[in-house]
Each structure stands twice: as structure tokens, then as C-alpha cells.
């Protein structure tokens, strides 16, 4: 059956509000764990390497879907599954709660 418009846009606001507070202890482990990542996506979620997505900002929920997706084998990349594959279910929320922390500010080229 087809979902109508209301009920599809009803599900982030569902999530969103499922969304636990982050606390100190979870971004202290977030941090020391992103040092495992740090080469390709950087210990402040800007990538260094070129085929590396920016973490900085990024949801917690969908940073904790895509590595479960990984982890899983529904999501597949060469490098991203075999770092998934080690980490535990409070690794991805720690690691979540980090770089979804992360600040971040946007300035668009200037365009007439
Ligand atoms: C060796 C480099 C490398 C390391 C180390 C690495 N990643 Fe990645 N990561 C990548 C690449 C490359 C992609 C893009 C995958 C693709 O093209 O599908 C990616 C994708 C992701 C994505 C999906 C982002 C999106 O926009 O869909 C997340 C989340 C992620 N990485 C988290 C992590 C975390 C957390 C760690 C540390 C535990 C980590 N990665 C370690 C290279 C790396």
C-alpha cells in the first residue's frame, strides 16, 4: 500500500523525539574512539581522506543507521565493513553521539 505524505514525514519527527540527551561520559568515549576513524574522517568529522564523507554535524541517527548497515553487510564498502564489523552496539551510540556533537557552520559561494 501506499503511504500517504503524512504518515512518511511523521517518521523523522517520531525518531527525533526518541533521541536521547548525550552525556559527558558518552562524548568522552565517542572522542577516544573517533581516534580510530580519525585518519580518513578526522577526529573533528572532517574528512582527510578523499573518499571519506565529513562526519561533523551529521545526525546521531543516521551515523548509527549507516554503521549498522555496514556492520550488517546491507550497506558494503571495502574499507567501512571491516571497521563496522568490530564495533559493538555502544561503540556506534558513543561514536554517534561524538561527531553528531561536532559544530559546524556553512558559507555558500557567492553566487549573483
Ligand atoms: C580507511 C578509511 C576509513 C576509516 C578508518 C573509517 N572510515 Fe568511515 N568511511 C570511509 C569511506 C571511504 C566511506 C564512504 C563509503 C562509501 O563510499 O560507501 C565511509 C563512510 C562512513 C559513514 C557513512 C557516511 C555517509 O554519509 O553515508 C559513516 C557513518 C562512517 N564512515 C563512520 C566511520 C566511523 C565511526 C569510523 C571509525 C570507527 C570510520 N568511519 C572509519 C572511510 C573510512
Redesign the pocket.
Known amino acids: 500500500m501506499i503511504k500517504t505524505v503524512t504518515q512518511i514525514l511523521s517518521v523523522p519527527l517520531i525518531l527525533t523525539s526518541l533521541v536521547l540527551p548525550v552525556t559527558a561520559a558518552e562524548l568522552a568515549a565517542g572522542k577516544e574512539?573517533?581516534g580510530?576513524?580519525?585518519?580518513?574522517?578526522g577526529i573533528d568529522g572532517i574528512?582527510k581522506?578523499p573518499?571519506?564523507?565529513?562526519?561533523a554535524g551529521?545526525n546521531a541517527f543516521?551515523?548509527?543507521e549507516?554503521?549498522k548497515a555496514?556492520r550488517s553487510g546491507a550497506?558494503?564498502?571495502?574499507?567501512?565493513s571491516i571497521?563496522?564489523s568490530?564495533?559493538s552496539d555502544e561503540?556506534?551510540a558513543d561514536?554517534?553521539a561524538w561527531?553528531s556533537a561536532i559544530k559546524v557552520t556553512a558559507t555558500m559561494p557567492a553566487v549573483e
Open positions: 574512539k573517533a580510530m576513524c580519525a585518519t580518513c574522517h574528512a581522506a573518499n571519506a564523507p565529513n562526519l551529521t543516521y551515523i548509527t549507516q554503521l555496514f550497506r558494503q564498502h571495502q574499507q567501512m571497521i563496522a568490530g564495533l561503540d556506534i561514536l554517534a561527531y
